[in-house]
Protein backbone atom coordinates (compact mmCIF):
# COMPACT_ATOMS: atom_id res chain seq x y z
CA UNK A 1 0.00 0.00 0.00
CA UNK A 2 1.11 3.54 -0.35
CA UNK A 3 2.37 3.69 3.49
CA UNK A 4 5.20 0.17 2.66
CA UNK A 5 5.70 2.35 -0.72
CA UNK A 6 6.74 5.41 1.47
CA UNK A 7 8.84 3.58 3.45
CA UNK A 8 10.70 1.16 0.67
CA UNK A 9 11.23 4.81 -0.93
CA UNK A 10 12.95 5.89 2.38
CA UNK A 11 14.85 3.04 2.12
CA UNK A 12 16.25 3.60 -0.90
CA UNK A 13 17.12 7.34 -0.17
CA UNK A 14 19.13 6.40 2.41
CA UNK A 15 21.13 4.00 0.84
CA UNK A 16 21.66 6.05 -1.74
CA UNK A 17 23.08 8.73 0.72
CA UNK A 18 25.16 6.54 2.32
CA UNK A 19 26.29 4.91 -0.67
CA UNK A 20 25.24 1.49 0.82
CA UNK A 21 23.81 -0.64 -1.97
CA UNK A 22 20.00 -1.55 -1.97
CA UNK A 23 18.42 -4.80 -3.64
CA UNK A 24 15.14 -5.42 -4.38
CA UNK A 25 13.78 -8.90 -3.36
CA UNK A 26 10.98 -11.09 -4.19
CA UNK A 27 10.60 -12.82 -0.63
CA UNK A 28 9.95 -16.29 -3.26
CA UNK A 29 8.63 -18.89 -1.53
CA UNK A 30 7.47 -21.31 -4.09
CA UNK A 31 8.76 -21.23 -8.03
CA UNK A 32 5.01 -20.78 -10.13
CA UNK A 33 2.12 -18.16 -9.73
CA UNK A 34 -0.03 -20.76 -10.29
CA UNK A 35 1.35 -22.37 -6.85
CA UNK A 36 0.26 -20.63 -4.43
CA UNK A 37 -2.29 -22.87 -3.81
CA UNK A 38 -0.11 -25.25 -2.61
CA UNK A 39 1.54 -22.88 0.13
CA UNK A 40 -2.52 -22.42 1.16
CA UNK A 41 -3.43 -25.66 1.53
CA UNK A 42 0.50 -26.09 3.68
CA UNK A 43 -0.82 -23.41 5.80
CA UNK A 44 -4.31 -24.59 6.04
CA UNK A 45 -5.85 -21.10 5.37
CA UNK A 46 -6.31 -17.79 2.44
CA UNK A 47 -3.22 -16.31 2.13
CA UNK A 48 -3.61 -12.40 1.65
CA UNK A 49 -0.39 -11.88 -0.46
CA UNK A 50 -0.66 -13.90 -3.42
CA UNK A 51 2.33 -12.66 -4.89
CA UNK A 52 5.29 -14.98 -3.12
CA UNK A 53 6.00 -16.48 -6.23
CA UNK A 54 9.42 -16.17 -8.32
CA UNK A 55 9.22 -13.29 -10.27
CA UNK A 56 10.77 -12.72 -13.50
CA UNK A 57 12.90 -9.33 -14.21
CA UNK A 58 9.86 -7.84 -16.13
CA UNK A 59 7.66 -8.70 -12.92
CA UNK A 60 10.31 -7.07 -10.29
CA UNK A 61 10.96 -4.34 -12.45
CA UNK A 62 7.13 -3.31 -12.01
CA UNK A 63 6.43 -4.09 -8.40
CA UNK A 64 9.17 -1.67 -7.94
CA UNK A 65 8.58 0.77 -10.95
CA UNK A 66 7.28 3.43 -7.87
CA UNK A 67 10.81 4.08 -7.10
CA UNK A 68 11.47 5.86 -10.56
CA UNK A 69 13.42 3.84 -13.04
CA UNK A 70 16.79 4.26 -12.42
CA UNK A 71 16.27 3.59 -8.61
CA UNK A 72 13.99 0.34 -10.00
CA UNK A 73 16.56 -0.73 -12.63
CA UNK A 74 19.71 -0.40 -10.14
CA UNK A 75 17.53 -2.34 -7.26
CA UNK A 76 16.56 -5.25 -9.36
CA UNK A 77 19.14 -5.59 -11.87
CA UNK A 78 22.52 -3.67 -10.99
CA UNK A 79 22.80 -4.16 -7.39
CA UNK A 80 21.67 -7.90 -7.56
CA UNK A 81 24.06 -8.67 -9.89
CA UNK A 82 26.75 -6.71 -8.36
CA UNK A 83 25.94 -9.04 -5.54
CA UNK A 84 26.74 -11.97 -7.46
CA UNK A 85 29.36 -11.08 -9.07
CA UNK A 86 31.51 -11.06 -5.83
CA UNK A 87 30.02 -14.37 -4.94
CA UNK A 88 32.68 -17.30 -5.96
CA UNK A 89 31.83 -20.81 -7.14
CA UNK A 90 30.30 -22.31 -4.26
CA UNK A 91 28.65 -25.39 -3.20
CA UNK A 92 26.35 -26.09 -0.34
CA UNK A 93 28.36 -29.36 1.40
CA UNK A 94 31.79 -29.80 1.19
CA UNK A 95 33.45 -32.44 -1.52
CA UNK A 96 35.50 -35.15 -0.61
CA UNK A 97 35.96 -37.20 2.56
CA UNK A 98 37.16 -35.54 6.09
CA UNK A 99 37.94 -38.92 8.15
CA UNK A 100 39.10 -38.51 11.83
CA UNK A 101 43.06 -38.37 11.84
CA UNK A 102 44.58 -41.46 13.88
CA UNK A 103 48.02 -41.57 14.37
CA UNK A 104 49.33 -45.10 13.47
CA UNK A 105 45.53 -46.46 12.60
CA UNK A 106 46.70 -48.88 10.14
CA UNK A 107 49.74 -50.30 12.30
CA UNK A 108 47.78 -50.51 15.26
CA UNK A 109 44.51 -52.51 13.47
CA UNK A 110 47.47 -54.85 11.54
CA UNK A 111 49.15 -55.49 15.31
CA UNK A 112 45.52 -56.13 16.40
CA UNK A 113 44.26 -58.33 14.10
CA UNK A 114 48.17 -60.12 13.61
CA UNK A 115 48.05 -61.35 17.63
CA UNK A 116 44.34 -62.20 17.46
CA UNK A 117 45.18 -64.34 14.21
CA UNK A 118 48.44 -66.21 16.14
CA UNK A 119 46.06 -66.41 19.41
CA UNK A 120 43.75 -68.71 17.83
CA UNK A 121 45.88 -70.47 15.07
CA UNK A 122 49.31 -70.07 16.18
CA UNK A 123 52.15 -68.27 15.42
CA UNK A 124 52.76 -69.77 12.06
CA UNK A 125 49.21 -68.84 9.84
CA UNK A 126 48.15 -71.20 7.53
CA UNK A 127 48.46 -70.30 3.71
CA UNK A 128 44.52 -70.00 3.15
CA UNK A 129 44.54 -67.48 6.53
CA UNK A 130 48.17 -65.52 5.57
CA UNK A 131 46.87 -65.02 2.46
CA UNK A 132 43.34 -64.06 3.18
CA UNK A 133 44.29 -62.06 6.29
CA UNK A 134 47.54 -59.94 4.26
CA UNK A 135 44.69 -58.88 0.71
CA UNK A 136 42.13 -57.27 3.60
CA UNK A 137 44.95 -55.26 5.03
CA UNK A 138 46.73 -54.82 1.98
CA UNK A 139 43.40 -53.08 0.97
CA UNK A 140 42.60 -51.36 4.54
CA UNK A 141 45.57 -49.56 3.60
CA UNK A 142 45.86 -48.76 0.25
CA UNK A 143 42.28 -47.06 0.61
CA UNK A 144 43.28 -45.57 4.26
CA UNK A 145 39.95 -47.07 5.67
CA UNK A 146 42.29 -48.76 8.81
CA UNK A 147 40.46 -45.69 11.64
CA UNK A 148 37.03 -47.11 10.25
CA UNK A 149 37.89 -50.10 11.55
CA UNK A 150 40.18 -48.50 14.57
CA UNK A 151 37.09 -46.92 15.70
CA UNK A 152 34.08 -49.24 15.50
CA UNK A 153 37.36 -51.86 17.39
CA UNK A 154 37.29 -49.11 20.10
CA UNK A 155 33.89 -48.41 20.64
CA UNK A 156 33.23 -52.39 20.76
CA UNK A 157 35.78 -53.36 23.13
CA UNK A 158 34.89 -50.51 25.51
CA UNK A 159 31.45 -52.14 25.94
CA UNK A 160 32.72 -55.63 25.89
CA UNK A 161 34.34 -54.19 29.45
CA UNK A 162 31.35 -53.64 30.84
CA UNK A 163 30.36 -57.18 30.50
CA UNK A 164 28.09 -56.45 27.82
CA UNK A 165 27.95 -57.98 23.60
CA UNK A 166 28.00 -56.02 20.45
CA UNK A 167 26.35 -57.08 17.52
CA UNK A 168 27.81 -56.20 13.91
CA UNK A 169 24.75 -55.68 11.41
CA UNK A 170 25.30 -56.73 7.77
CA UNK A 171 28.26 -57.79 5.77
CA UNK A 172 30.93 -56.40 7.45
CA UNK A 173 30.73 -59.84 9.07
CA UNK A 174 32.74 -61.35 6.04
CA UNK A 175 35.68 -59.55 6.72
CA UNK A 176 38.53 -61.57 8.63
CA UNK A 177 40.33 -57.76 9.61
CA UNK A 178 36.72 -57.49 11.89
CA UNK A 179 36.30 -60.66 13.40
CA UNK A 180 39.92 -60.82 14.70
CA UNK A 181 39.14 -56.94 15.91
CA UNK A 182 36.38 -58.26 17.90
CA UNK A 183 34.16 -56.07 15.57
CA UNK A 184 32.02 -58.87 14.15
CA UNK A 185 31.77 -62.33 15.67
CA UNK A 186 31.67 -64.40 12.76
CA UNK A 187 34.60 -66.49 11.80
CA UNK A 188 34.31 -65.71 7.82
CA UNK A 189 36.89 -68.23 6.60
CA UNK A 190 35.72 -71.90 5.07
CA UNK A 191 34.76 -74.40 7.64
CA UNK A 192 37.31 -75.62 9.47
CA UNK A 193 38.05 -77.21 12.80
CA UNK A 194 41.53 -75.71 15.05
CA UNK A 195 42.23 -77.28 18.15
CA UNK A 196 43.13 -74.04 20.97
CA UNK A 197 45.61 -76.33 22.89
CA UNK A 198 48.43 -77.11 19.99
CA UNK A 199 46.73 -75.43 17.23
CA UNK A 200 46.22 -78.63 14.50
CA UNK A 201 43.46 -77.02 11.84
CA UNK A 202 41.61 -79.18 9.33
CA UNK A 203 40.04 -77.28 6.23
CA UNK A 204 38.86 -80.54 4.71
CA UNK A 205 35.49 -80.92 5.81
CA UNK A 206 32.26 -81.86 4.49
CA UNK A 207 29.86 -79.46 5.81
CA UNK A 208 29.64 -75.87 4.51
CA UNK A 209 29.12 -73.77 7.58
CA UNK A 210 31.71 -74.50 10.66
CA UNK A 211 28.55 -74.54 12.71
CA UNK A 212 27.22 -77.55 11.72
CA UNK A 213 30.74 -79.78 11.92
CA UNK A 214 30.40 -82.86 14.51
CA UNK A 215 31.93 -82.89 17.35
CA UNK A 216 36.04 -84.32 17.17
CA UNK A 217 39.31 -84.81 19.24
CA UNK A 218 42.20 -83.15 18.30
CA UNK A 219 44.06 -86.37 16.35
CA UNK A 220 47.25 -84.44 17.59
CA UNK A 221 47.03 -83.75 21.99
CA UNK A 222 43.35 -84.86 22.02
CA UNK A 223 41.76 -81.81 23.50
CA UNK A 224 38.78 -80.67 22.18
CA UNK A 225 38.27 -79.49 18.52
CA UNK A 226 36.83 -76.22 18.08
CA UNK A 227 34.69 -75.45 14.50
CA UNK A 228 34.08 -72.44 13.36
CA UNK A 229 34.22 -70.61 9.79
CA UNK A 230 31.10 -69.62 7.15
CA UNK A 231 32.70 -69.29 4.06
CA UNK A 232 31.85 -65.55 2.98
CA UNK A 233 34.04 -63.29 1.21
CA UNK A 234 35.46 -60.41 1.79
CA UNK A 235 34.20 -58.86 -1.44
CA UNK A 236 31.00 -58.78 0.00
CA UNK A 237 31.63 -56.12 2.22
CA UNK A 238 34.85 -54.57 0.87
CA UNK A 239 34.19 -54.85 -3.09
CA UNK A 240 36.12 -56.85 -5.62
CA UNK A 241 39.20 -53.97 -5.24
CA UNK A 242 38.84 -53.36 -1.36
CA UNK A 243 37.40 -49.60 -2.43
CA UNK A 244 34.10 -50.37 -0.50
CA UNK A 245 33.46 -47.70 1.80
CA UNK A 246 32.74 -49.52 5.26
CA UNK A 247 29.78 -49.10 6.78
CA UNK A 248 30.35 -50.81 9.76
CA UNK A 249 26.49 -51.00 11.56
CA UNK A 250 26.71 -52.33 15.10
CA UNK A 251 24.00 -53.11 17.67
CA UNK A 252 24.89 -51.85 21.12
CA UNK A 253 22.64 -52.64 23.89
CA UNK A 254 20.03 -49.97 24.86
CA UNK A 255 20.47 -49.78 28.60
CA UNK A 256 24.25 -48.22 27.19
CA UNK A 257 23.60 -46.73 24.31
CA UNK A 258 24.02 -43.31 26.29
CA UNK A 259 27.26 -44.54 27.92
CA UNK A 260 28.42 -45.38 24.45
CA UNK A 261 27.30 -41.81 23.42
CA UNK A 262 30.07 -40.12 26.49
CA UNK A 263 32.52 -42.19 25.58
CA UNK A 264 32.50 -41.10 21.73
CA UNK A 265 32.47 -37.34 23.37
CA UNK A 266 35.51 -38.70 25.36
CA UNK A 267 37.33 -40.21 22.77
CA UNK A 268 37.16 -37.62 20.05
CA UNK A 269 35.76 -34.33 22.26
CA UNK A 270 32.39 -33.08 22.92
CA UNK A 271 33.41 -30.18 19.67
CA UNK A 272 33.71 -33.39 17.31
CA UNK A 273 30.46 -35.26 17.52
CA UNK A 274 27.24 -34.43 16.66
CA UNK A 275 23.72 -36.89 16.27
CA UNK A 276 22.83 -37.29 12.66
CA UNK A 277 19.98 -35.22 11.70
CA UNK A 278 17.03 -36.28 9.47
CA UNK A 279 14.26 -34.71 7.91
CA UNK A 280 10.88 -36.00 7.39
CA UNK A 281 9.11 -35.16 3.91
CA UNK A 282 5.03 -35.40 3.24
CA UNK A 283 4.58 -38.27 1.53
CA UNK A 284 1.58 -39.24 -0.17
CA UNK A 285 -1.04 -40.08 3.07
CA UNK A 286 0.20 -36.97 4.91
CA UNK A 287 -0.34 -34.59 1.94
CA UNK A 288 -4.33 -35.37 1.23
CA UNK A 289 -4.43 -35.17 4.85
CA UNK A 290 -3.45 -31.67 4.36
CA UNK A 291 -5.66 -31.28 1.55
CA UNK A 292 -8.89 -32.35 3.12
CA UNK A 293 -7.84 -30.28 6.16
CA UNK A 294 -7.75 -27.15 4.47
CA UNK A 295 -11.03 -27.68 2.58
CA UNK A 296 -12.23 -28.10 6.02
CA UNK A 297 -11.15 -25.22 7.52
CA UNK A 298 -11.62 -22.90 3.99
CA UNK A 299 -14.90 -24.68 3.00
CA UNK A 300 -13.60 -24.64 -0.55
CA UNK A 301 -13.72 -28.12 -2.06
CA UNK A 302 -11.26 -29.00 -5.10
CA UNK A 303 -11.93 -31.60 -7.82
CA UNK A 304 -10.32 -34.96 -8.01
CA UNK A 305 -8.05 -33.64 -10.67
CA UNK A 306 -6.99 -30.84 -8.31
CA UNK A 307 -6.26 -33.03 -5.24
CA UNK A 308 -4.26 -35.27 -7.51
CA UNK A 309 -2.20 -32.34 -8.50
CA UNK A 310 -2.29 -30.16 -5.66
CA UNK A 311 -1.02 -33.85 -3.94
CA UNK A 312 1.66 -33.95 -6.50
CA UNK A 313 3.19 -30.78 -5.93
CA UNK A 314 3.59 -31.09 -2.16
CA UNK A 315 5.21 -34.17 -1.78
CA UNK A 316 8.47 -34.12 -1.10
CA UNK A 317 8.85 -30.99 1.21
CA UNK A 318 10.12 -30.93 4.25
CA UNK A 319 7.30 -32.10 7.17
CA UNK A 320 9.34 -31.94 10.46
CA UNK A 321 13.32 -33.00 11.58
CA UNK A 322 14.99 -35.00 13.84
CA UNK A 323 17.47 -37.04 14.58
CA UNK A 324 18.75 -40.95 13.65
CA UNK A 325 18.08 -43.41 16.51
CA UNK A 326 22.14 -43.93 16.75
CA UNK A 327 23.59 -42.38 14.15
CA UNK A 328 27.12 -40.09 14.82
CA UNK A 329 29.05 -37.50 13.19
CA UNK A 330 32.61 -37.08 13.89
CA UNK A 331 35.05 -34.58 12.62
CA UNK A 332 38.65 -34.37 12.04
CA UNK A 333 40.88 -32.26 14.51
CA UNK A 334 41.43 -28.66 13.12
CA UNK A 335 37.61 -28.64 11.38
CA UNK A 336 34.15 -27.46 12.82
CA UNK A 337 30.84 -28.44 12.06
CA UNK A 338 29.98 -24.85 10.36
CA UNK A 339 32.60 -26.39 7.93
CA UNK A 340 29.54 -28.62 6.59
CA UNK A 341 26.26 -27.63 7.95
CA UNK A 342 24.76 -25.71 10.95
CA UNK A 343 23.74 -26.97 14.28
CA UNK A 344 20.42 -27.63 16.17
CA UNK A 345 20.07 -28.19 19.76
CA UNK A 346 18.78 -31.96 20.38
CA UNK A 347 16.66 -31.46 22.66
CA UNK A 348 16.74 -35.37 24.00
CA UNK A 349 18.29 -37.31 27.07
CA UNK A 350 21.83 -38.12 25.34
CA UNK A 351 25.09 -36.64 26.43
CA UNK A 352 25.31 -34.91 22.40
CA UNK A 353 23.20 -32.58 22.68
CA UNK A 354 23.61 -31.09 19.04
CA UNK A 355 22.96 -32.30 15.61
CA UNK A 356 23.17 -31.63 12.06
CA UNK A 357 20.78 -29.04 10.85
CA UNK A 358 21.39 -30.96 7.38
CA UNK A 359 19.96 -34.23 6.79
CA UNK A 360 22.60 -36.66 7.31
CA UNK A 361 22.20 -38.27 3.71
CA UNK A 362 23.91 -35.99 2.09
CA UNK A 363 26.59 -35.58 4.49
CA UNK A 364 26.93 -39.49 4.31
CA UNK A 365 30.34 -39.52 2.10
CA UNK A 366 31.89 -36.21 3.46
CA UNK A 367 31.66 -36.62 7.58
CA UNK A 368 32.99 -39.95 9.31
CA UNK A 369 29.26 -41.18 10.09
CA UNK A 370 29.07 -43.97 12.69
CA UNK A 371 25.79 -45.99 13.96
CA UNK A 372 25.78 -45.95 17.56
CA UNK A 373 22.39 -48.33 17.44
CA UNK A 374 20.61 -49.55 20.59
CA UNK A 375 19.17 -53.04 20.74
CA UNK A 376 17.54 -55.31 22.95
CA UNK A 377 19.37 -58.34 21.92
CA UNK A 378 22.62 -57.34 23.81
CA UNK A 379 20.95 -56.47 26.69
CA UNK A 380 19.26 -60.55 26.81
CA UNK A 381 22.46 -61.70 26.76
CA UNK A 382 23.68 -60.08 29.22
CA UNK A 383 20.21 -60.76 31.38
CA UNK A 384 20.25 -64.09 30.51
CA UNK A 385 24.39 -64.32 31.84
CA UNK A 386 23.78 -63.18 35.12
CA UNK A 387 20.66 -65.11 35.44
CA UNK A 388 22.32 -68.51 34.44
CA UNK A 389 25.42 -67.85 35.60
CA UNK A 390 26.51 -69.20 32.33
CA UNK A 391 28.04 -67.64 29.22
CA UNK A 392 26.34 -67.58 25.08
CA UNK A 393 29.37 -69.21 24.30
CA UNK A 394 28.88 -72.20 26.48
CA UNK A 395 25.42 -72.98 24.05
CA UNK A 396 26.73 -75.41 21.32
CA UNK A 397 26.06 -74.73 18.32
CA UNK A 398 25.44 -77.82 16.67
CA UNK A 399 22.80 -78.81 19.13
CA UNK A 400 19.85 -81.09 17.65
CA UNK A 401 17.64 -79.85 20.42
CA UNK A 402 17.98 -76.04 19.35
CA UNK A 403 17.98 -76.85 15.69
CA UNK A 404 14.73 -78.72 15.97
CA UNK A 405 12.97 -75.33 17.81
CA UNK A 406 13.50 -73.99 14.34
CA UNK A 407 12.34 -77.05 12.26
CA UNK A 408 8.82 -76.72 14.35
CA UNK A 409 8.89 -73.19 14.72
CA UNK A 410 9.13 -72.49 17.85
CA UNK A 411 10.82 -69.52 17.74
CA UNK A 412 8.83 -67.19 19.92
CA UNK A 413 11.34 -64.15 21.37
CA UNK A 414 14.25 -65.38 18.98
CA UNK A 415 14.67 -61.95 17.26
CA UNK A 416 13.93 -62.15 13.45
CA UNK A 417 12.45 -65.65 13.49
CA UNK A 418 9.21 -64.95 15.91
CA UNK A 419 7.41 -63.37 13.25
CA UNK A 420 4.11 -65.83 11.24
CA UNK A 421 5.77 -64.82 7.92
CA UNK A 422 9.35 -66.77 9.37
CA UNK A 423 7.14 -69.22 10.98
CA UNK A 424 5.58 -70.31 8.00
CA UNK A 425 9.20 -69.92 6.07
CA UNK A 426 10.52 -72.60 8.85
CA UNK A 427 7.67 -74.62 8.60
CA UNK A 428 7.72 -75.03 5.23
CA UNK A 429 11.66 -74.88 4.86
CA UNK A 430 12.54 -77.56 7.82
CA UNK A 431 15.93 -76.80 8.34
CA UNK A 432 18.26 -79.40 9.83
CA UNK A 433 21.34 -76.95 10.10
CA UNK A 434 23.10 -73.47 10.82
CA UNK A 435 23.68 -73.24 7.26
CA UNK A 436 20.18 -74.12 6.83
CA UNK A 437 18.95 -71.32 8.71
CA UNK A 438 21.64 -68.94 7.29
CA UNK A 439 20.04 -69.22 3.73
CA UNK A 440 16.62 -69.17 5.29
CA UNK A 441 17.69 -65.28 7.41
CA UNK A 442 18.41 -64.72 3.30
CA UNK A 443 15.57 -65.41 1.71
CA UNK A 444 13.60 -63.30 4.13
CA UNK A 445 14.67 -60.31 2.89
CA UNK A 446 13.78 -58.47 0.09
CA UNK A 447 11.39 -58.21 -2.62
CA UNK A 448 10.44 -61.36 -4.26
CA UNK A 449 13.64 -62.82 -3.08
CA UNK A 450 11.10 -65.93 -1.04
CA UNK A 451 7.46 -64.94 -2.01
CA UNK A 452 6.79 -65.99 -5.82
CA UNK A 453 10.89 -67.28 -6.32
CA UNK A 454 11.88 -69.59 -3.19
CA UNK A 455 9.20 -70.55 -2.16
CA UNK A 456 7.82 -71.91 -5.94
CA UNK A 457 11.39 -73.04 -6.19
CA UNK A 458 11.32 -75.19 -3.71
CA UNK A 459 7.86 -76.49 -4.25
CA UNK A 460 9.25 -77.48 -7.75
CA UNK A 461 11.55 -79.99 -5.64
CA UNK A 462 14.35 -78.09 -5.53
CA UNK A 463 16.52 -78.37 -1.99
CA UNK A 464 17.17 -75.33 0.22
CA UNK A 465 21.00 -75.36 -0.10
CA UNK A 466 20.13 -75.31 -3.68
CA UNK A 467 18.22 -72.07 -3.79
CA UNK A 468 21.22 -69.62 -3.69
CA UNK A 469 22.87 -70.60 -6.29
CA UNK A 470 19.78 -70.05 -8.39
Known amino acids: DETERAVYKQIYELGAKLGIPVVATGNCHYLNREDEICRRVIRRHEDDNKKLFYHTTDEMLAEFSYLGEDAAHKSVVTNTNRIADLITQATPLKEGMYPPVIPNAHEQVQELAYAKAKEIYGDILPVPIAERLETELKYIQQHEYAVYYWIAQRMVKYMNDFGYYVGARGSVSSVLVAFLLGISDANPLPAHYYCPQCHYIDFEVSASDGFDLPDRVCPVCGCPLQSDGHNIPYETFMGYDGSKMPDIDLNFPVSKQYSEFAFMQELFGADKVAHAGTITTVGEKIAKVYISLYEHHTDNHFTEKQRSHICEKICGIKQKDGNHPGGIFVLPQGMEFKDFTPLKE ?108 GERLLNDGHTLSELPAL
Open 346 to 453: TKSRSPIQKATHFSFHPLHNTITKLDVLGHIVPDMFKLLEDFTGRSIHDVEWNDPGVCALFERADTLGIPEFETGFMKDMLLKTKPKSFDDLVCIAGLSHGTGTWIDN
